[in-house]
Structure formats: structure tokens, C-alpha cells
């Protein structure tokens, strides 16, 4: 069974989607659908942390076939249709958009979505997930799927019962690129893509209220998967690289005022150093922007939920980065109603 099979999933674009333009994935990434799936992971492709170009993505292709196409909500053709899996809670005043992360490639929408949905449910939070396009689309439509997510949300909070004020983000690894990425550089730019012509949502604002990244990419600079973004041959070119990190850097975009930040990693997470979400965090302090930053000594990259699951990227020992899921929802419950006078860093 698909993820979400039984959850109602909210497309939020209309009938036009900018980006879609109906080709055949197999003609703009290397799928082979011999490859088996221990040969699929012996050509790292993006996961490859050398310094060495980046030449045969034929793995991580065949990966995005099989659990996005094959077994996921994706299609064959450049048509995929962007939803929110929807789960909410009655009395609920505030909303989170949850970003599953994955590489850019394909996105972990149970351990990264629909297990943390249950968690701020239950805690009386409404949340929901979303399902953004991902390679082999390139920037800038993942971010522009989550700026509409957020002005979807707030176009309808009156159905939904929630405050348009009380709108917040929480991404993981790649969603923890994503959703600071939306809230600190796009923001509430305007959607400007050839053939789309902005509909009354596109007008609503996509500032978000409160933004959480759980083991984020603050940074692509050193990251292959940055070529999930913006291509393999513009990957492979130094100068074009920098251009795009330096473009998509969280640390280069924050100023004062803007929402309250919630970090949250483990120090031997081995995709992406822990030191950078904390540098970030004094970067957020600097600029005078309330900031919680929980920092564990172990737990690897793409804890999750912490839900006993096998971890493929650390250790799957989750006693001490299990804590984070009550510090998180405490915060939430307490971010909007900060004094003037609350301390910046928390």
C-alpha cells in the first residue's frame, strides 16, 4: 500500500502546474530497470562524499523510478501532481507543513511525515504533509510546491479552523533544505514561471509564523545533491556549483525579524554536519531571531520519528534524540506567544 492510501491527499495547484511539461522521465535520467538493488547502491551517484565529479546518477535514477514511479505518487511524465495529505485535529488553532526529506530524490513520507503528523496530533497540533516534486524536477519547482503549500493553507484556514498567523514549517535533511530555503529566500516572492498565469492563492502571503529544521542542509556547497537540483552537467561545472550553493545558502538570507527558528541534530550524523545547523543557530542569535537549538551526542542523520525503525545513516540507537519530539512540540505550543522581552536563544 502506497503512503497516504487511506488519508485524504489536497492537490494545491490548479488545473495548470508550472513545470509540468508532460516528457518522459526516462529521457532526462539514467533509469535502468535490470539494475538490482545491491548494484543500485554500489553507484552512490549523489551519495558519493568525495571530491571526485559526478559521472553515473544511473543509481540514484533507478532509486527515484522504483519508490517514487513504481511504488509512489510520482508519474512517468513530467506531470506530477503535488498534494497535502491532510490531518487534523478539531480544535486546533495552528497548522505545520511537514517536509519529508531524501536526497531531493525521493522523500521518506512515513518516518518523516506521516509518523510526525501522528506526533503533533496527538500533542492537538493540526499537520500536514507534503508530497513536492523532486528530481528529476529542478529548482525552482520544489520550492515553489511549498510557497503554494503555505499559501494554500492559509487561502483556506477558515474551512480548516486554524489562524492564518499560526502557520509553521518542520523539514528533514533535504524537506529541512527545503522549508528553510522557502522561508528565508523565496518568502512570499511571486511565482513567475513561462505559461503560468498566478491564480488567486498565488496572491495569498507565503511568509511562514515558525520554521523547524531537524538535520537540515543549511548549506549545499559541499553536498552532491545539489546536482538533483540543478543537473548533473551544471553540477559538474565550478564555477555554476558555486553559483547555486551560494544562491540556495540559508546562512547568506537570514535577517532580524524574521520567525522564530526551532534546530534540532546529533553531533555524529555523518550526511551533514551537526556544527553547521549549530553555527546557524549563532547566526539566528546574532540577528535577533528567537532560536531553540538541541544538539545530541548521538542519533545519526534521518532519526525521523524515532520510531525503532532501522536508521541507514547512524546509529539506530534513539534514546537520546527521541527527546527531541516533546521539545519540539512544547515549542510550538509556546512560539506564538513569546513576550517582547523572551530571550533570543533558547
Known sequence: MKAYETTKLTPIWGDVIPGNTGEDKKTLMEVDTTMSQEEMFRRPGVWDRSDAPLEDMSGNATMVWREEVENGHAKETMDDVPFLAEHLVESSEQAVIICPGGAFLTKSMVDEGEEIAKVLNEAGISAFVLWYRSYPYYIPYQFLDLQRAVRFVRFHANEYGI??????????????????????????KPVEVEGYTPDEIDKVDANVNAVALIYPGITLAQDKALACLIGKDAYNIKENRKKYADMLDIRLN??????????????DDQVLPNSVTVEFGNLCHEKKIPCEIHAFPFGGHGFGACNGNPNPFGPSDFRAVKMWLPLYTNWLKNVYDLPDDAPIFM
Open 254 to 267: 537570514v535577517t532580524e525579524g524574521d520567525a522564530p527558528v526551532f534546530l534540532c541534530g546529533a553531533y
Open 163 to 188: 489562524d492564518p498567523n499560526k502557520i509553521s514549517t518542520v523539514g528533514f535533511s533535504a524537506g529541512g533544505t527545503l522549508n528553510g530555503v522557502q522561508a528565508f529566500i523565496y518568502r512570499n
